[in-house]
């Protein structure tokens, strides 16, 4: 109970990304030790496994289901100082990888084009390299994002 709080509470005091003037806020999610699927972080930023500080993502999906549904159907980010969770909308293959499309839940929903880079197939992982892409009421943001899924 108490590492979920701290979790908690990591999330919520993690700095906000730059964005322009009314544009969707992209912030980090930090979240040490996290037990994910799929996770991604900036581009720029470098993991030390043993530095919970930079347990940093962007985007993270959860461990697969029963159902065998695709974990990155229902991924979550942290929008605004948010973390909400996406639906996917859309995907569409492309030359070395795909474009994914999600959703937020909202009224009037974030939108999310990521675009997803095959990269090295590890042992028991797959690399992805790319950008996201978050709009909302006419304005978006866009961040370069690495990371990896289970296989």
Not at 34 to 57: E, G, K, L, N
Not at 116 to 134: C, D, L, P
Request: charge should be negative; hydrophobic fraction near 40%.
């Amino acid at each position: 109970m108490t590492r979920m709080l701290i979790a908690i509470f990591s999330m919520l005091m993690a700095g906000p990304a730059a964005a322009q003037d009314g544009a969707p806020r992209i912030d980090d999610i930090v979240w040490f030790n996290i037990d994910s699927y799929c996770s991604f972080m900036r581009a720029d930023q470098t993991f030390d496994y043993d530095d919970p500080a930079s347990w940093r993502w962007v985007l993270f999906s959860n461990l697969p289901g029963e159902d065998g549904a695709d974990p990155l159907d229902t991924p979550f980010m942290r929008l605004d100082g948010q973390l909400k969770q996406l639906a996917q909308t859309g995907a569409q293959e492309i030359d070395g990888g795909m474009v994914r499309t999600y959703a937020s839940h909202d009224a009037v929903p974030y939108l999310v084009d990521m675009t997803m880079i095959e990269g090295a197939e590890g042992y028991e992982s797959s690399a992805f390299s790319g950008t996201i892409k978050v709009s909302r009421n006419g304005a978006s943001s866009e961040i370069a994002y690495k990371g990896d899924c289970g296989v």
